[in-house]
């Protein structure tokens, strides 16, 4: 079972180094990557897949 994962990080080329390095280790899955907190509540309550607790 792998570890979904959101990235959250208002500067692009920090999301690219964070996916870069999250697809590099077995058992990480990126779910989905925005740039707000405001944008990431959005995916979470409407993704099903993630687990918050």
Not at 32 to 44: E, G, Q
Request: hydrophobic share 55%; net charge negative; charged share 15%.
């Amino acid at each position: 079972m792998n570890i979904l994962c959101l990235i959250v990080n208002d500067e692009p080329l920090a999301i690219w180094f964070v996916s870069s390095y999250i697809q590099q280790v077995p058992g990480l899955e990126i779910v989905a990557a925005c740039n707000s907190a405001i944008v990431a509540f959005t995916i979470l309550r409407e993704q099903r897949s993630f687990e918050i607790g």
